[in-house]
């Protein structure tokens, strides 16, 4: 698989590289919600992207929504540690596919991925 981790918090981008070495062929990084459009735009091989709600600049729910624009096949996971009432119905509205909470069980994310490429 081909991912897209938007993290601006290197301690959680860290995590999550290594998580998913096992399934990824090559895996991008950015760190704000422009840097997210801009690498799903110059990249639409993606196969997932894993979209922190609270970066600098744009939030990861309106990086999704400017994504879905152009992009409506490749699979979006909020991840956020902002947890609040609603966020995951936000989430899901914004355009991403599914939703995990931080600090993400690494059961839990590879449980989300395989429910969305195992079908």
């Keep these: 698989m081909k991912i897209l981790i938007a993290e601006d918090d290197f301690p959680s981008d860290l995590m999550l590289t290594r998580t998913l070495k096992e399934i990824s062929r090559e895996v991008l990084h950015v760190k704000t919600g422009v840097e997210a459009i801009d690498a799903c735009r110059n990249n639409p091989d993606l196969d997932l992207v894993l979209m922190d709600i609270c970066m600098p600049g744009m939030s990861g ?3 999704t929504r400017q994504i879905r624009q152009f992009n409506k096949e490749v699979i979006i ?3 956020t ?3 609040i009432v609603g966020s995951r119905k936000m989430a899901i509205e914004a355009g991403c596919n599914d ?3 931080k ?3 690494q059961d839990e994310l590879m449980g989300l991925i ?3 490429f195992n079908k």
Excluded: G, L, R
Aim: charged residues 30%; proline residues 6%.
């Design 103 to 105: 600090p993400i069980d």
């Design 61 to 63: 729910y309106d990086a």
């Design 114 to 116: 395989h429910k969305h």
């Design 77 to 79: 996971i909020a991840q």
């Design 81 to 83: 540690a902002e947890v």
């Design 99 to 101: 939703y995990i909470e």
